[in-house]
Structure formats: C-alpha cells, structure tokens
C-alpha cells in the first residue's frame, strides 16, 4: 500500500493555472474512476473539491477541474486565487478494498 | 445540516487502548460509508479504516489489522474506533468522514498521542 506519488509543491500567480498530478498504477488510479480530492488549510478539516475523477461538490468553484489519464491523475486550478493557498491531496480506490492517499502538494499563490 | 463530531481522544501510552467516537447527524446515516483517516503532526492524510453502510464489511490499512476495529450503530448515528496495542507512531489527528473515496463531509478531528 504506497502512496499516491504527488509533488511536494506547486505554485502560480493571482490568475494563473496550475496543474497538480498524482501519478499511481493499474491496481488504484489506473485501474478506478474513483479518484477524489481535498484541500486542506492550515489547522483545519480536509474538504472534498472533487470526486469521481471529475465530479464536483455542490458549492466548489468552477474553477476547480479534474481529470485522469492512465495512472495519472490531475487537479487543475484556474484563475488562481489567494485562497487556494492550500495543502491539495488525492485518494482513489486501490485494489482489496484498500484507499489510498496521495502525499500531499503545497499550493503557494505567488 | 450535515454534522460529524469525533471525541475520544487524548493522551495514552504504548501498548494501551482508546476508543475514539463520532456522532453524525443530518443525513440518512444507514445509508452511507463512513470512514476513519488520520495525519500525523505535520505529515499527509492516511486511510485508516472504514465499514459499509450496513457493517456487514470493514477494511483496514494494513499498519493497524489485526489493532484497530471500525464499528457503527446505525440507531445511534454513531461509528466507532477501538483502538488496540498502539505504538508511537498512531499519534495522529483522526478525522471521521462520510464517504469511502469520495468523503464530502469531515469532523474537526480528535487527536490522539502515544506516548510515555
């Protein structure tokens, strides 16, 4: 069961886009269009931003997409905001049952 | 309004016990998974456990078979974690979502430390 492989940071200026992936196998992201995530501020509860691959919750920006190819996943924020500043994970079904996380990626809006 | 509070947390040492709580409210509870996901003071989100909607099916990440069991009563809008033989590195804030992937609603998270 390893993690979801995300990288540790990722940055954009007020306006921009930036593209978070979460690359993972054939036994989780690959093999499920169960894929999800969450943005995380500092001290606080973890919020779904999208789930299903590309689903989004009642509530959550547009600006907000996701999508997947092969093993890899991807966030994509669009006119970037200051608070989007956030910790951003992926999760997606694995293979016996299991949920996997990824490691995290640091948004910084510059 | 959908609500899910954790409790149960604290301070414990190695090889003790604790069982964590979380009371949901304002959804059909029996209809849903619910989950348990921790962090680690500083670190990423980590699946720990969850359990069907009718409990007839619980999973576990591996770390915590065999130590952990995931509960619920679906009268009491509740769902449990007992938590067995803990070592230092379950110190972590657990957090109890609705959900099994997709998990739309999280509590504040109950934090739990291992320690002598």
């Known amino acids: 069961q390893s993690a979801l492989t995300q990288p540790p940071s990722a940055s954009g200026s007020p306006g921009q886009s930036v593209t978070i992936s979460c690359t993972g196998t054939?036994?989780?992201?690959?093999?499920?269009?169960?894929v999800s995530w969450y943005q995380q501020h500092p001290g606080k509860a973890p919020k779904l931003m999208i789930y299903?691959?590309?689903k989004r919750p009642s509530g959550v920006p547009d600006r907000f997409s996701g999508s997947k190819s092969g093993n890899t996943a991807s966030l994509t924020v669009s006119g970037l905001q200051a608070e989007d500043e956030a910790d951003y994970y992926c999760?997606?079904?694995?293979?016996?049952?299991?949920?996997?996380f990824g490691g995290g990626t640091k948004l910084t809006v510059l | 309004e959908v609500q899910v509070v954790e409790s149960g947390g604290g301070l414990v040492q190695p090889g003790g016990s604790l069982r964590l709580s979380c009371a949901a409210s304002?959804?059909?509870?029996?209809?849903?998974?619910m989950s348990w996901v921790r962090q680690a003071p500083g670190k990423g989100l980590e699946w720990a456990a969850n359990?069907?909607?009718?409990?007839?099916?619980?999973y576990y990440v591996d770390s915590v078979k065999g130590r952990f069991t995931i509960s619920r009563d679906n009268a009491k809008n509740s769902v449990n974690l007992q938590m067995n033989s803990l070592r230092a590195e379950d110190t972590a804030v657990y957090y109890c979502?609705?959900?099994?992937?997709?998990?739309?609603?999280w509590g504040q998270g109950t934090l739990v430390t291992v320690s002598s």
């Open positions: 979502a609705r959900g099994r992937v997709g998990m739309g609603y």
């Open positions: 299903e691959v590309d």
């Open positions: 999760c997606s079904s694995a293979g016996s049952n299991n949920v996997l």
């Open positions: 359990i069907k909607p009718d409990g007839s099916e619980k």
């Open positions: 304002g959804f059909t509870f029996s209809s849903y998974w």
């Open positions: 054939s036994s989780d992201v690959g093999g499920y269009n169960y």
